[in-house]
């Protein structure tokens, strides 16, 4: 139990700011392993945003809708750390100024700075998200908050069980070298499909798989596989599409 729990931290210290009593150093199957956490730290985030929500309400039950949206979603970045907005800007970037490239693209990802069309993306991300969020928040829809990071995360586990990484040095590639049997992703996949069809619906199930499936076939041809900022994009398109299926 001990080391689940341990397994559990690592995985909440790499894709959130929460503070966690990690003690020693870490080993790369204890980084491979945390993956299968993966989905439990989306709920996780889920949960507190959902829990930040209601106290908002308990506080004013007259919130403004887009106010309450806004703080949700400055909150549920800042959780996060903005570390896949970070990847979706990199690779909005190198997608379209590596012009069909591959050493190209892969060049600009590595870039540390933010061109123009990487911040265009961020915020057109971010404002779909805010919309669809006011919306849901006007109609009295707040539970789906709990589900949405759980779905985007396990696409994570989805991605490196089916999908190259194509950085040899990167640290994507200590988590393919130390994926857990395939039998127990599967079990964590299905289970997170199954909670997603009870919590979201179908419409954001068919339309976060159809996108990754879509832009996971557009990236193996550009670069034959995966990147760490690609994973980062595809959390952040996965959310944006599971937010908006729940408006059909």
């Known amino acids: 139990m001990k080391n689940l729990l341990r397994t559990f931290y690592i995985a909440l210290s790499f894709l959130t700011r929460i ?47 887009g106010v309450l949206a806004a703080i949700v979603l400055t909150v549920w970045v800042l959780l996060t750390g903005g570390l896949h907005l970070d990847g979706l800007a990199d690779s909005a ?79 994507g590639a200590a988590f393919m070298e130390e994926l857990p049997e395939e039998k127990v ?7 997170t499909f199954l909670l997603s069809l009870l919590w979201a619906g179908w419409w954001s199930v068919i339309l976060v798989f159809g996108m990754i499936y879509g832009l996971r076939v557009l990236m193996i041809k550009r670069l034959g596989g995966m990147t760490g900022d690609t994973i980062g994009a595809f959390v952040e398109i996965a959310e944006a599409a599971a937010l908006t299926g729940l408006l059909f």
């Open 185 to 191: 992703l599967w079990t964590v996949l299905i289970i």
């Open 19 to 65: 503070p966690v009593p990690l003690k020693g150093d870490i080993s790369q199957q204890e980084i491979g392993q945390s993956m299968l956490f993966y989905p439990a730290v989306g709920l996780l985030i889920g949960i507190i945003l959902w829990l930040i929500i209601h106290i908002l309400l308990f506080v004013s039950s007259g919130f403004p809708p």
């Open 93 to 171: 970037d190198a997608w379209i100024g590596g012009q069909n490239n591959r050493s190209r693209t892969l060049e600009i990802m590595k870039d540390p700075y933010c061109g123009p069309m990487g911040v265009a993306v961020v915020v057109l991300v971010l404002l779909l998200k805010w919309s669809v969020l006011s919306f849901l928040f006007k109609s009295g829809q707040n539970a789906f908050i709990i589900i949405i990071p759980m779905l985007s995360r396990a696409i994570i586990l989805a991605l490196f069980m089916s999908t190259e990484y194509v950085r040899e040095n990167g640290l």
